[in-house]
């Protein structure tokens, strides 16, 4: 635990394990209620002198902090595979990507601007100021260990926020290394703190219901996201959720399926799968199906698969057993509901891969709407393909869903790729593009994947309460 600028430790601990090889990596303190009671605490004592630096001082300690983080590049990329699983070239850029949101904050704090706005009473004057919430409850995932703490806490401290971090139970020991380079960039004592738990219900109880937390900020599953929203909602706190997702990745006739297979390769695939804005539903025009599942199934069997610790490795574990079930059982009715399996299909054990949480990358065709992966989210790497002949047919087919993080448009008709971006009702859609992410974009998504949006200014202004004064003169 980090809570008021000091490291404590504690007699209740848990095991991280590392998903490769089941092996345990450290034992970490186990917080609860308690623990989570004492930093709110502190970080309402911390919050007036915090809220009271200006902007430039504020930056300066974020653009150390993004400086300490890469010097520390190799450790904390190191520290994600271990306990996380992925390749190190992968956790290598996600340290890159984390750094990103602390220096673009640390720009951005200079520029929380107010407004004057005229009144119809010539002896009245409007001033509109933006000042920060108040204390942040984090609760960050496991598949993005390093930027989803820097893409909540960056935005947070430059509006002048202090925060309490609840990082995933998989995950503590890359958000220790965090704090440290917090810690080591000056920021000031109980400005950031960090409680971590095997079991995270107790500290998401006080988060909600506390009355000094002033805003929820969530990234994790949508069940456990509108259950902490609705409670955090009745006490009337600010509440910004990023849930999961069910992108789908649409090749058209006039797309050049090579790249586009490509594309679905590269982006299905990252991190194993593992991610939110991951395709979930690839559906594929009949004219370009052949090219675009050969040109995919091709690439997808030479993947690597092992510990993100060994050379040339492109998919690492699953995160848990849990996983690795639902893979099988998504594969499974597949199966048996007549989708064809390209490659893949099956759990993976030869060469000591029995002792982690590992699944072969996969490829499935001829999916079709009553198979349990067209609706439910993947977070694995299984790869499903549905045909379809029409334009207004799959954009309709692609929003049928409750889910609207990201989808994605592969097309060489620039009418069309305006016509469906503007269609599809989803937060974040990458046009002939795989990656439309970055700390100056907003990211976020629309009906059951969540409230708000993180990066960019809409980012910050997530942080932020609007204060107007009239005054009469
Ligand atoms: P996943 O199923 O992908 O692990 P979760 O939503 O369970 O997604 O986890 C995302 C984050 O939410 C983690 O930090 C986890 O500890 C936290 N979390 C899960 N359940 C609760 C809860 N009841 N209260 C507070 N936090 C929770």
Redesign the pocket.
């Known amino acids: 635990m980090f809570i008021d600028g000091a490291w404590q430790e504690m007699e209740r601990r848990f095991d991280i394990t590392n998903p490769a090889d089941g092996s345990v990596l450290e034992s970490i303190g186990d917080g609860g209620a308690e623990e989570a009671t004492q930093a709110v605490e502190a970080a309402h004592a911390a919050f007036a002198g915090w809220a009271g630096t200006t902007a430039y001082e504020r930056a300066a300690i974020l653009s150390r902090a993004h400086k300490i983080m890469l010097e520390r590049r190799d450790e904390l990329a190191r520290t994600m595979t271990l306990e996380q699983g992925k390749p190190l070239r992968a956790a290598t850029l996600e340290v890159g990507y984390g750094a990103d949101f602390l220096s673009w904050f640390a720009e951005e704090a200079k520029r929380i601007e107010g407004r004057t706005i005229p009144s119809a009473r010539r002896d009245q004057r409007f001033l509109a100021i933006r000042q920060p919430v108040g204390v942040v409850a984090a ?5 993005y260990p390093v930027s989803m703490i820097t893409r909540k806490v960056a935005p947070a401290l430059a509006a002048g926020c202090t925060v309490v971090l ?5 995950t503590p020991l890359t958000a220790v290394a965090m704090m440290r380079v917090f810690e080591d960039a000056g920021v000031p004592k109980g400005v950031v703190n960090l409680v971590t ?1 095997s079991d ?2 107790p ?3 006080v ?1 909600v219901n506390h009355p000094k937390v002033r805003k929820l900020t ?4 949508t ?3 509108k ?2 929203a609705g409670k955090a909602a009745a006490n009337m706190k600010r509440v910004s959720c990023e849930l999961g997702g069910h992108a789908p990745f649409l090749v058209f006739e006039d797309a050049d399926p090579v790249h586009a297979a490509k594309g679905a390769q590269l982006v299905k695939f990252l991190n194993t799968g593992q991610a939110c804005i991951s395709p979930n539903r690839i559906f594929v025009h009949r004219a370009n199906l052949e090219p675009f599942v050969a040109t995919l199934t091709e690439r997808v069997a030479k993947l690597k698969v092992g510990s993100g610790l060994d050379e040339g490795v492109a998919i690492g574990p699953l ?1 848990n057993e849990a996983a690795v079930e639902k893979m099988s059982r998504q594969v499974e009715d597949a199966r048996d509901r007549g989708a064809g399996v390209a490659c893949g299909g099956s759990r993976l054990t030869d060469g000591g891969l029995d002792r982690g949480h590992f699944y072969a990358p996969t490829v499935l065709t001829d999916v079709t709407p009553d198979m349990l992966i067209y609706r439910e989210e993947t ?1 694995g790497p299984i790869a499903p393909i549905i045909p379809f002949e029409d334009e207004s047919e799959v954009i309709a087919m692609a929003n049928d869903t409750e889910y609207g993080l990201a989808a994605y448009i592969y097309t060489r008709d620039i009418a069309r790729a305006f016509r469906t971006f503007e269609a599809l009702d989803f937060g974040i859609i990458g046009i002939n593009d795989i990656n439309p992410t970055s700390a100056a974009a907003p990211f976020g998504g629309m009906k059951d994947s969540g409230l708000g949006r993180e990066g960019s200014h809409e980012g910050l202004d997530e942080y932020l309460e609007t204060k107007l004064g009239g005054f009469a003169i």
């Open positions: 609760i960050t995932p496991w598949n609840k990082p995933a139970e998989a738990c995270p219900r500290v998401g109880d988060f969530f990234t994790g599953s069940a456990v996201g259950m902490l995160v977070f």
